[in-house]
């Protein structure tokens, strides 16, 4: 790979960014934000079938207590939870891996993106708060139902990325499963990045190779 026109994708959770993901409590102190925005009453019980990230059986059983939409509710929280993240990002809660300043040395030779299962406005806003303008694409998730369940490993985002940036061949670097299973369905090759939080995760498929850092990603392109 060595064409301006080749795709070198990242994502950003554990890839960009510190961290396996965000933490459960910004869902649930969005949970509390979307019940209080809404005037519910909620018991424990129905409390506890809403908790949690998923859009699983559970909520939608909670949901169906309270007699309201799942699918409006879901959205509404969130909605809730993409503004927690970006508060706790911009009081420094997280911050991007030393590592990632080798990211300026791929800019002239590959067209980069970022493609993230984080929603959104998060990507967004780190990609602002960060000056991480070397990225020709950055893209998360829409909140929501649809967005949920089009996370990876569904391709629909890196399809939606490769489309974009006019690309056909190119390389998705992860740190999870799934993003090693959604670059294969997208026609990408994956490179995996071992960090401290995934240390001992097993792949259901082969990667075109395993990193310890960014800085050693050039070796493999």
Do not use: W
């Amino acid at each position: 790979m060595t064409d301006g026109d080749q795709l070198l994708l990242f994502d950003m959770d554990g890839v960009i960014l510190e961290g396996h993901g965000t933490d459960p409590a910004v869902h649930d102190d969005a949970l509390d934000e979307a019940i209080a925005e809404a005037g519910l009453s909620v018991d424990d019980d129905t409390r506890s079938l809403l908790a949690g990230y998923e859009y699983d059986t559970e909520f939608v059983r909670g949901c169906e207590h309270l007699g309201i939409d799942p699918v409006a509710f879901y959205r509404r929280r969130e909605r809730h939870s993409a503004s927690h993240t970006i508060d706790r990002l911009a009081a420094g809660d997280r911050t991007l891996y030393p590592d990632s300043d080798a990211l300026d040395g791929f800019a002239d030779d590959y067209t980069l993106g970022l493609i993230s299962n984080n929603y959104d406005a998060v990507v967004e806003f780190v990609v602002d708060h960060y000056d991480l303008d070397g990225f020709a694409y950055a893209r998360g998730r829409e909140p929501g139902v649809g967005g949920f369940y089009r996370r990876k490993p569904n391709p629909h985002y890196l399809l939606a990325g490769r489309e974009a940036l006019g690309g056909t061949d190119g390389v998705y670097v992860g740190d999870r499963p799934t993003d090693v299973m959604a670059a294969r369905r997208a026609g990408l090759d994956a490179i995996f990045i071992r960090r401290p939080h995934n240390g001992d995760v097993s792949l259901p498929v082969e990667p075109r190779a395993m990193i310890d850092s960014l800085t050693a990603l050039s070796e493999y392109l």
